[in-house]
C-alpha cells in the first residue's frame, strides 16, 4: 500500500517558518517510527498571488481534493491588504474550507501545566483547562448571499448575510455530539436566540439533535454571555458549539487562556472521503503574523500540535498524536520557551528551529 499523502500549504508571514519545524517532525516518524508519509508542497494566500495573481491555484485546489490531508501554515499580510477583496490571500484559505466541504473546525484550548502564569487569567483559573470548541466553518454570514458593497441613494452600503440551513445545523452539531461523547459527555451551544433567527434555529436544531445523544448534558447559552464566561470561569465548559463567526471570535479568546495564540492547533473536517478517511486540513488558528516574521521568533507548537491532531484524525494514530503532545508538554516543562510565552525574569527566548530542535530530541527520548 502507498504511504498517505499530504499536501503542504506554508503560506505567507511566519506560515512557511512555523511549517518547517512541521516537517522535521514529518521526516522523523518516518526515520524513527516507520510511518512515512508522501508530502508535497505548494502555494496558497499571497504567495500563490505572487506566483499566479490568485490566491488559490486550480491545481492546487485539485490537490488538495485528492490527499488525505492537507497541513497549513497562515495566509495574509500588509503586503496583500490593498488587493482586491476577490484575490486577497484570506479568500484562498475561505475556498479550501468551502470547496473541502469542511464544516466542522474543531479548536482546542488546553493549558499545559508549564504556562498556567502565562495566561491572562489567574493561574487556578486555568490551571487543567481542557476545552474543545466546536466551530461550524463553511456557511454563516462568512458566505451568506447577498453580499458586497452596494450603492444605496447617495452613500453605500456594505452587506453580509447570516444565513443557516438545517442540515448545516445539524451536521455541525451531530460532530460536536460526538466529541462530547468521547470527552465528558458534556456540550454547550452558543448563538443569538434573543436577537437572531439564524440563532433561533440553531437552537432547535441542536435540542432536535440532542435526542440521539440523550446521555450529552447540553446548555445553550447567549454567545456574548459565553465570551464573558469563557474569560470568567473557563473551566464550566467541556466541549463548546458554535456558528462560524462567534467560532472565530470564541476561540481567539479561548487560545489567550492558553497562554499563547501561538499555541492553538485546529483540524478542519468534512464528510468521509471513499478511504474512509475524512476530508481534512489541519491549521494553527493564529495568523501569519507580520510583526514577527522573519525574526524566527515564531512559535511553531500551534502548528506541530495542528500535525498532531493529523495523525490522531486522518490517520488513526492516536497513540503517535499523544506522543508529540506529550514530548511538546516535556519540552515545556523544561522552560523551553519562544518570545510569546515569556513572563519570568531571566529566561532566554530560542527560537523557531530551536524550539523546533527541543521537540525533536523529546520525541527521541520517548523512544
Ligand atoms: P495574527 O494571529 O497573525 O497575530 C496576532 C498576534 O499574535 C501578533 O502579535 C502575532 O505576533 C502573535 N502571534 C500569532 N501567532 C504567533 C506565533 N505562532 N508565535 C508567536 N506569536 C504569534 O493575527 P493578525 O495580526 O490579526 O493577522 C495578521 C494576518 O494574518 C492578517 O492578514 C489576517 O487576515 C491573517 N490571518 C490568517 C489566519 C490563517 O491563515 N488561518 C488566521 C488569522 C489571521
Ligand atoms: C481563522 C482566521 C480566518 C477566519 C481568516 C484568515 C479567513 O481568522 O482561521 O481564525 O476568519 O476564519
Ligand atoms: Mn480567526
Known amino acids: 500500500m502507498s504511504n498517505p499523502s499530504i499536501l503542504i500549504l506554508p503560506g505567507d508571514g511566519i506560515g512557511p517558518e512555523v511549517m518547517a519545524q512541521v516537517t522535521r517532525i514529518i521526516d522523523w516518524y518516518g526515520e524513527k517510527r516507520d510511518l512515512a508519509f508522501d508530502v508535497s508542497t505548494d502555494l496558497v494566500g499571497g504567495a500563490a498571488y505572487d506566483a499566479h495573481g490568485v490566491p488559490l491555484h486550480d491545481d492546487t485546489m485539485a490537490k488538495a481534493m485528492e490527499v488525505d490531508a492537507v497541513l497549513l501554515g497562515a495566509v495574509g499580510g500588509p503586503k496583500y491588504d490593498n488587493l482586491d477583496f476577490s ?45 474543545m470548541i466546536v466551530r461550524e466553518l463553511t456557511s454563516g454570514v462568512y458566505f451568506g448571499e447577498p453580499r458586497g458593497i452596494f450603492n444605496e441613494g447617495n452613500e453605500r452600503v456594505g452587506i453580509n448575510t447570516q444565513r443557516y440551513t438545517e442540515s448545516e445545523i445539524e451536521r455541525a452539531a451531530r460532530s460536536a455530539f460526538e466529541l462530547a461523547m468521547v470527552r465528558s459527555k458534556k456540550l454547550c451551544s452558543m448563538e443569538k436566540a434573543n436577537v437572531m433567527e439564524s440563532g ?93 516574521t522573519g525574526q524566527a521568533k515564531a512559535n511553531p507548537i500551534a502548528c506541530i500540535l495542528s500535525f498532531a491532531m493529523a495523525l490522531r484524525y486522518s490517520f488513526a494514530e492516536g497513540a503517535e ?24 525574569e531571566g529566561v532566554t527566548p530560542v527560537s523557531t528551529s530551536e524550539m523546533g530542535d527541543a521537540i525533536l530530541a523529546a520525541l527521541d527520548a520517548s523512544l
Open 321 to 344: 498524536a499523544d506522543r508529540l503532545e506529550a514530548a511538546v508538554e516535556a519540552v515545556l516543562a523544561d522552560g523551553v520557551r519562544t518570545a510569546d510565552l515569556l513572563g519570568e
Open 200 to 292: 433561533i434555529l440553531w437552537r432547535e436544531v441542536v435540542n432536535r439533535v440532542a435526542a440521539d445523544y440523550p446521555e450529552v448534558e447540553l446548555s445553550h447559552m447567549y454567545a456574548d454571555n459565553g465570551a464573558m464566561q469563557l474569560v470568567r470561569a473557563p473551566k464550566q465548559f467541556d466541549v463548546i458549539v458554535t456558528d462560524n463567526l462567534f467560532g472565530d471570535i470564541l476561540s481567539d479568546c479561548a487560545a489567550m487562556l492558553t497562554g499563547s495564540l501561538g499555541m492553538l492547533p485546529s483540524a478542519s473536517l468534512g464528510a468521509p472521503m471513499d478511504n474512509g478517511r475524512p476530508r481534512a486540513m489541519y491549521e494553527p488558528v493564529h495568523g501569519s503574523a507580520p510583526d514577527i
Open 87 to 131: 484575490v486577497k490571500p484570506e479568500r484562498g484559505l475561505l475556498r479550501l474550507r468551502k470547496e473541502m466541504d469542511l464544516f466542522s473546525n474543531l479548536r482546542p484550548a488546553q493549558c499545559f501545566d508549564a504556562l498556567a502564569d502565562f495566561s491572562s487569567l489567574k493561574k487556578d483559573l486555568v490551571a487543567g483547562l481542557d476545552i
